[in-house]
């Protein structure tokens, strides 16, 4: 049987003066092997996209992670290098890609940074650094060369009883690593929050009035999803969507 295409966003980055359009190894492997898909890297070129046409060869999208952050201009602050670094040729696109999804129902997961852009795209706001606000624990990865001990996990995660999430944990409570500097102030008024970390961070939403599968989380299970349990039901259900049995 012919595998489903999932598009897996990917960021612009420069190396030795060059420029690259970058996704990690572990996204598309996430997606081909958790997923039983085939991951078809979309570039940060939203200039050069007809997004309507390249959704229409798609049957998924992936939302990435990412070290770079959404620009502050993209939910109402003011731009400031100590909020860097950004990726606006990424933010360009992926809003894009945002819209035109969520308008068509194309089965969509959103991570960590792609977690982010969902809420900014739907009118929600961003802490830039929440490790800077008072009463949040530095959800920032561990300095540790190990990726492993940097993916290991770090704190529980409470899902709404009843919610998209505590169905496809089988659970209301589960353990997560945490890896991101951003995360979620305003809640959109177009997205469901489901999952909290211990200090109150929203960390697992759904698109309220959603067509299919649409689906957001904060932390990254993606990283050897076959040896967590809750990271192999996430993708499990994706890939069912993609699929189109759900």
Known sequence: MKRPLVGVTADYR?????PYHVVGDKYLRAVWEASNCTP????????????????DSLDGLLFTGSPSNVHPTRYGHTPSEHYEPHDEARDAM?????????????PSLFIC????????????TLYPKLQEVEGRLDHRQPK????????????????????????????????????HGQGIDEPAPGIEVEGLAPDGTPEAVTVKGAKRFALGVQW???YKPLENDFSTRLFRAFSEAVHGKA
Request: cysteine-free; overall charge negative; glycine content about 10%.
């Open 40 to 55: 078809i890297i979309i570039p940060a070129m939203a200039e050069s996209q007809e997004t309507a046409e390249l959704l």
């Open 113 to 124: 940074r792609g977690f982010q852009e969902l809420n900014a795209a739907l009118g929600g």
């Open 14 to 18: 420069t190396y030795s003066n060059a």
């Open 144 to 179: 540790d060369d190990d990726p492993d001990v940097r993916y290991g996990l770090r704190h529980s995660m409470s899902f709404t009883p009843g919610g998209q999430f505590a169905r496809i944990a089988g659970a209301t409570e589960i353990q997560v690593n945490s890896l």
């Open 220 to 222: 990254h299970p993606e």
């Open 94 to 106: 992926t809003f894009q890609l945002i819209e035109a999804a969520l308008e068509k129902g194309l």
